[in-house]
């Protein structure tokens, strides 16, 4: 049996919003489930509401994708950052980036 050594990487990306604009939990929760659905879509990633859940301006939502090639990843989180900016709902508060 041979072991080959095979390269895995993950992207953990962390958002975080401020919704000025929201009067509700269920407007919140509308406007970042169209985000979610698109980013989803589009780029192939886990994608969930992580803090913030029963704050209806705030909120926090993390992103996660692997590959085994590191600069592929760099290159969807700058497309991830072009589409939050392009589409956010709300003001976007953090944008923070790990690799694993």
């Known amino acids: 049996m041979t072991s080959d050594r095979v390269d895995i990487h993950l992207c953990l990306i962390r958002l975080e919003f401020f919704f000025p604009e929201a009067?509700?939990?269920?407007?919140?929760?509308?406007?970042?489930?169209r985000l979610?659905?698109?980013l989803k879509?589009?780029?192939?990633?886990?994608?969930?509401e992580?803090?913030?859940?029963?704050?209806?301006?705030?909120?926090?939502?993390?992103?996660?994708?692997v590959s085994?090639?590191?600069?592929?990843?760099?290159q969807m989180e700058a497309r991830i950052r072009q589409?939050?900016?392009?589409?956010a709902p709300s003001e976007l508060t953090e944008f923070h980036v790990e690799y694993f």
Not at 50 to 65: C, E, K, N, P, T
Not at 68 to 74: A, C
Request: aromatic residues 8%; charged residues 30%.
């Open 68 to 74: 085994g090639d590191r600069g592929l990843l760099q």
């Open 23 to 33: 009067h509700s939990l269920k407007e919140k929760r509308f406007n970042l489930r």
């Open 50 to 65: 992580v803090g913030y859940q029963d704050l209806w301006q705030r909120s926090v939502v993390a992103l996660a994708a």
């Open 41 to 48: 879509a589009k780029f192939n990633v886990s994608i969930a």
């Open 36 to 38: 979610k659905d698109r």
């Open 83 to 87: 589409e939050v900016d392009e589409l």
